[in-house]
T-cell receptor
Framework: SQTIHQWPATLVQPVGSPLSLECTVE??????LYWYRQAAGRGLQLLFY??????ISSEVPQNLSASRPQDRQFILSSKKLLLSDSGFYLC??????????FGPGTRLTVT | TQLLEQSPQFLSIQEGENLTVYCNSS?????LQWYRQEPGEGPVLLVT?????EVKKLKRLTFQFGDARKDSSLHITAAQPGDTGLYLC????????????FGAGTQVVVTP
């Protein structure tokens, strides 16, 4: 069966510090991978998605970047965090695209 | 951009009551998914509907896809406190390059 991991689960970082969130998927090959951000109690904003190693598409211009160094690894980064980067970050995978399976999320607080 | 509008935004009911959540769009979708999310966790896929007019049942949950594939509804019968959560609908189009369009969600609270 497939599983998806995200870490860390929670993170508190000062403004201006770097960020690295990691997502890994097990039990499937060549998945589509996605990074979302969610405001409290609301819907999901797609940030990045990837259809293969090294292939990243950005949906929203922002202070963040993404990389996919391996088939089942997806990383979300920032060189300098802003207060507005606070939120709940979710990674998801999909094979067919229309059914996505989400990780447990990372709660990021920028202080 | 294909927009999905969910209503209501918030729903608070007593245990045993029924509820319906709506998901509407002016665009046609190839399929539509419903997710439930609990606080501090990732959304969990409940169901996918792909055929216009399709009805799927998952225990006390009934999902319907509109005939024109532009809207969907989720009906919960005899709600229980365990049904509490954020319900999200998401639409998929074959020309969307593997991306889903999510609604803003409906927060459902079921009190004992």
């Amino acid at each position: 069966s497939q599983t998806i991991h995200q870490w860390p689960a929670t993170l508190v970082q000062p403004v201006g510090s770097p960020l690295s969130l990691e997502c890994t998927v097990e039990g499937t090959s060549n998945p589509n991978l996605y990074w979302y951000r969610q405001a409290a109690g609301r819907g999901l904003q797609l940030l990045f998605y990837s259809v293969g190693i090294g292939q990243i598409s950005s949906e929203v211009p922002q202070n963040l970047s993404a990389s996919r160094p391996q088939d089942r690894q997806f990383i979300l980064s920032s060189k300098k965090l802003l207060l507005s980067d606070s939120g709940f970050y979710l990674c998801a995978w999909s094979v067919a695209g229309y059914e996505q399976y989400f990780g447990p999320g990372t709660r990021l607080t920028v202080t | 951009t294909q927009l999905l509008e969910q209503s209501p935004q918030f729903l608070s009911i007593q245990e045993g009551e029924n509820l319906t959540v709506y998901c509407n769009s002016s665009s046609v979708f190839s399929s539509l998914q419903w997710y439930r999310q609990e606080p501090g966790e990732g959304p969990v896929l409940l169901v996918t509907v792909v055929t216009g007019g399709e009805v799927k049942k998952l225990k006390r949950l009934t999902f319907q896809f509109g005939d024109a594939r532009k809207d969907s509804s989720l009906h919960i019968t005899a709600a229980q406190p365990g049904d509490t959560g954020l319900y999200l609908c998401a639409g998929y189009s074959t020309d969307s390059w593997g991306k889903l369009q999510f609604g803003a969600g409906t927060q459902v609270v079921v009190t004992p």
